[in-house]
C-alpha cells in the first residue's frame, strides 16, 4: 500500500498515440491522499480520497474509489463509494457499481449496472470541476 499524506500524486505511465497523457494506477496499487490532474487517468487500483482532473476518468473492472471525483467525462466499470462530479457525460457500464451522489451534465447507465444514491443532472452552469478545496484549519 502506498500512503500519501497531504501530497499531490501524478503517476504517469505512459502517452497515447494521439500525444493525450494517460495517467494510470495499476491492479495491486491502493494510493490513500488526493489526486490532482490535468490529463485523462485510468483507475485499475484502489483510491481511498479525492480525484481532480480537467480529462476524463475511467474506473476499470477491478477499480475502486472511496471518495470523490471531479472531472470533464467519466466512465466506471469498477465500484466508487462517494460524490461524482461530472461537467459532461457520466457513463455506468453493465459491470458498474456507484454508491452515492452523481451531479453531471448527461448520464447513461447501461442496463446491469448498479446505483444507489442521488442524482442531479442537466445543471451544467453550476458543475465546478476544480480541485476541492482544502479544510481550512481551525485556530486554537
Keep these: ?47 481511498i480520497g479525492n480525484l481532480t482532473t480537467k480529462g476524463k476518468v475511467f474506473v476499470g473492472q477491478s477499480g475502486q474509489v472511496t471518495g470523490e471525483i471531479r472531472c470533464k467525462n467519466c466512465e466506471v466499470e469498477g465500484v466508487v463509494d462517494g460524490k461524482v462530479v461530472v461537467a459532461e457525460l457520466l457513463s455506468l457500464r453493465s459491470m458498474s457499481k456507484l454508491y452515492g451522489e452523481i451531479k453531471t451534465g448527461k448520464l447513461a447507465i447501461e442496463p446491469g449496472a ?24 481551525r485556530q486554537q
Excluded at 500500500?1 to 501524478?10: D, G, L, P, S, T
Excluded at 497523457?21 to 490532474?37: F, P, Q, R
Excluded at 442521488?118 to 451544467?124: E, F, L, T
Design 1 to 47: 500500500m502506498i500512503n500519501f499524506e497531504k501530497k499531490q500524486v501524478m503517476v504517469k505511465i505512459g502517452e497515447a498515440e494521439n500525444t493525450n497523457k494517460i495517467n494510470m494506477i495499476g491492479v495491486g496499487t491502493t494510493i490513500e491522499g488526493s489526486i490532482n490532474s490535468s490529463e485523462n487517468i485510468r483507475f485499475d487500483g484502489n483510491l
Design 114 to 137: 448498479t446505483f444507489t444514491g442521488k442524482c442531479d443532472m442537466g445543471a451544467k452552469k453550476e458543475i465546478n470541476t476544480e480541485p476541492i478545496s482544502k479544510p481550512k484549519e
